[in-house]
């Protein structure tokens, strides 16, 4: 099968289009025929090794342990496990899997669930990882309620596109905060007031939010501070700019430090993807409340470029892969 390849750590042109043997299921997974694949900031991490503490993680000191990258994906089971009851050859899925820069890849049945009757395998191909630390972001722990005024820091982004539309299903008042080019999109999605970050400064006192968000940029811990409420929550999700060794992991620590000595809740979570918040991203997709934004799609043959446009940091929500096989069946 045609796959790309990755047999070092590096800049998107370490990963190579080649020929090389179709994985197997093991009992408790399926083979998934892949119709898209997404591309988010977990890949292009595996695929540069950075922040370097990921390499002692496990995923391979000096090479990646798995030379096919790529996880979030939408496609059609070719063959099922011997453990495997969920489904079987023909559905279409959609989950997180291991090496879906591929003709073909594997996922464990506990992170798959039936393509939502409303999407292309293009959209769905992009919802799974994204989609899922939004939900658990905006539900589990920033635990936003109708009401709530929730600031997203990092709006326009593949999180932040969906933690935006999931804040407004869940009855809150949001504020999305990005880049000058992308406000109309992230009004457009929802958001009640969009705050540009280059013209305005979110921490200066006018507001304060019960709930943050924190996406994308690295905003200190103390402006974060500043403009939550006395007993408000900060979540950090993410943000890059954090420096090779520690990619801003110390804010993380700082947040997890201090946050038992002030009324605030301050904190992080790593995403665990799962089959049942795959289920309730598709309940709000099929009502209409959530819908993947996919910025642009590129052919299998082409991931480094769609890796490099990920790197830019020009994409408005989500980036895709598509047409992995010779014959392109994502007709939904
Ligand atoms: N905790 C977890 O389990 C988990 C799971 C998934 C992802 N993440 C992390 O979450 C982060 C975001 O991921 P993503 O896929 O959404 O990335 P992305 O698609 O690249 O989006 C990045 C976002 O950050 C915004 N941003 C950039 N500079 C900013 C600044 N100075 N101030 C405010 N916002 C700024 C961008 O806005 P503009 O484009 O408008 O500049 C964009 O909205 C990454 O660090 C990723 O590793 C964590």
Redesign the pocket.
Known sequence: MKAIVQDTYGSANVLELRDIARPRAADDEVLVRVHAAGV???VW?LMTGLAYPIRLAGYGLRAPKTPVPGMDLAGVVETVGSDVTRFRAGDEVFGVGKGAYAEYARAPEDKLAPVPANLTFEQAGAVA??GS?ALQAVRDHGKVRPGHHVLI????????TYAVQIAKASGAHVTG???TA?TAMVADIGADCVSD?TREDFADGNHRYDVILD???N?SLSRLRRALTDTGRLVI????DGGRWLGGMDRVLRAQLLSPFVRQTLG????RENHEDLLALTQLIEAGKLTPLIDRTFPLSEAPRALQH?ED?H?RGKIVITGHGTTIAGHR
């Open positions: 988010d900031r977990g991490h990882i994204s630390t820091v990092g709006a326009s982004g593949g999180v932040g905060v990005c880049s992308k970050y996406i994308g940029g905003t999700v993410g943000g890059e992080t979570f790593m995403n990920l940091g994409a």
